[in-house]
């Protein structure tokens, strides 16, 4: 549900609010590689950078196959 509304968050360009809600979904789950992924979007949104690489890369260690921490990777010139 906190990944949901995080998301929902990012619709409305508010990537402050998004962070705490993939957090709060991070502490219920800490191997939700989806809401990881979306926390490196948010970050990546604020412009931080080593925060968002950290969470793209811990997205694809819990789940290699997912192509879009991959490519955020790629965005930022990080390696995953």
Do not use: C, W
């Given at each position: 549900?906190?990944?949901n509304?995080?998301?929902?968050?990012?619709?409305?360009s508010?990537?402050?609010?998004?962070?705490?809600?993939?957090?709060?979904?991070?502490?219920?789950?800490?191997?939700?590689?989806?809401?990881?992924?979306?926390?490196?979007?948010?970050?990546?949104?604020?412009?931080?950078?080593?925060?968002?690489i950290?969470?793209?890369?811990?997205?694809?260690?819990i789940?290699?196959?997912?192509?879009?921490?991959?490519?955020?990777?790629?965005?930022l010139?990080?390696?995953?």
């Amino acid at each position: 549900a906190r990944n949901n509304r995080g998301l929902a968050h990012m619709k409305l360009s508010k990537p402050d609010a998004a962070i705490e809600d993939y957090s709060v979904a991070l502490g219920i789950n800490s191997r939700y590689a989806l809401a990881f992924n979306n926390r490196g979007y948010a970050y990546e949104a604020k412009g931080l950078k080593p925060e968002a690489i950290a969470d793209f890369q811990r997205a694809l260690e819990i789940d290699p196959t997912l192509t879009g921490a991959r490519e955020g990777l790629q965005r930022l010139g990080a390696k995953g």
